[in-house]
């Protein structure tokens, strides 16, 4: 495999100075977090996924979750206090984020988004989330999303 990119979320991730390992892996359109897992050797639970979603006023929004886990959009849209939630469509992830979809990263968004993350993301010992580039993810310990983000905690999984 090639070197890995520098991009925006290595750059800010460096800039704070936390702590984080490199991890290329072959992308695959719509294989998720279960391809990364399996090329990294790590249980898929540990892959941390980034979705950008949109309140019922069309505000954005980032929330973190296992790779093994779902969302449940109308929990998270009562803990955060709105009407609705729904997933954004491409494009629209991509205006609000700076990333294509399949490479984003909450780290050195466009604009800085509301980041939300499943509690529970928060007891594991290592966690590997996108680096800001398809097939590209950066291990790290998951106080790292604390150092460098205003990460508000929820319970939000459907397993």
Do not use: W
């Amino acid at each position: 495999m090639s070197k890995a990119p520098s991009t925006q979320a290595t750059r800010l991730l460096k800039q704070a100075g936390v702590a984080y390992t490199e991890h290329l892996y072959r992308y695959e359109d719509h294989g998720g977090t279960a391809v990364s897992a399996q090329a990294l050797g790590v249980e898929e639970h540990s892959v941390v996924k980034t979705l950008v979603l949109e309140d019922d006023r069309g505000a954005p929004l980032v929330i973190l979750m296992h790779g093994d886990q779902e969302v449940s959009t109308r929990e998270l849209a009562r803990q955060i206090g709105v009407r609705s939630v729904r997933p954004c469509d491409p494009a629209t992830a991509q205006r609000h984020s700076g990333y294509l979809v399949g490479g984003t990263s909450p780290f050195g968004t466009k604009k800085p988004l509301p980041t939300y993350a499943e509690a529970t993301i928060f007891d594991l010992d290592r966690i590997y989330i996108n680096g800001g580039s398809r097939g590209f993810l950066v291990g790290l310990n998951p106080a790292g999303l604390d150092e460098t983000l205003k990460v508000q905690r929820v319970s939000v999984a459907i397993p």
